[in-house]
């Protein structure tokens, strides 16, 4: 199995709110991508904060026994991360209402699983196929799921970027969990730097480059050619093909 992790600033922004990083323990891979949120640095803060303190506990964890095992020690851990990332925004006043984004993947052995808070995105790609299988905690999809607007609509409404949930943004947090059933033959992660300007098209071409390089770098290519606008932050996985 190969792996890669890139996160840029883009052309746009002052600094990178986005965080984005792919490690193993004993017997698993966890990989990460938070989009920061708030004024001045408090993004910043956020996204490395959450991003620093899975990893951290996913290292002391040191192996799982099984993905239910996975499942429950994230459980456990995003709410006191939340927590702990809420308490700062309370305490330290230029950290006032900061959150972020956290979209992550845990790989042990021939299982996946997923977990989702926001609008980072987790896709699968399968046969040269590619599909988004989380589902975006914004008001745009929000009105989707309200009938109020098509599904093609969604990406390019107004309240696109409009988040109803983040980490740290309140005591509780609400998260998505996805159990990955399905062959794949690339996992990503992408912050909405990529998503949110490269059509959907476009990023599924890309991966015609089989090299798992080269699609990092045309992606991030292909974000800035959009324009730049948004951070970049983007994780690949290829799986093992003799599997």
Known sequence: MKYTSISEIGLIRSNNQDSATVIENENALLAVVCDGIGGANAGEVASNMVKSLLKESFLEKGSFKSIEEVRKWFVSEIKHIN?????????????????????????????VVGFNIGDSRIYSLHDGKLECLSHDQTYAYEMYLRNEIDFNEIDTHPKRNVLMNAVGIDEDVKFEIIQITEPWDYLMISSDGLHGYVPFEKIQETF???????????????SYEAGGYDNISIVLIEGDRDE
Do not use: C, P, W
Not at 85 to 111: D, N, P, R
Not at 208 to 222: A, T
């Open 208 to 222: 015609k480059l089989n090299d798992i390089l080269s699609i990092r770098q045309e992606l991030l290519k292909l």
């Open 83 to 111: 927590k702990t990332t809420f308490h700062e925004s309370l305490v330290v006043k230029h950290y006032s209402g900061m959150g972020t984004t956290l979209a992550a993947l845990v790989v042990l052995g021939t299982e």
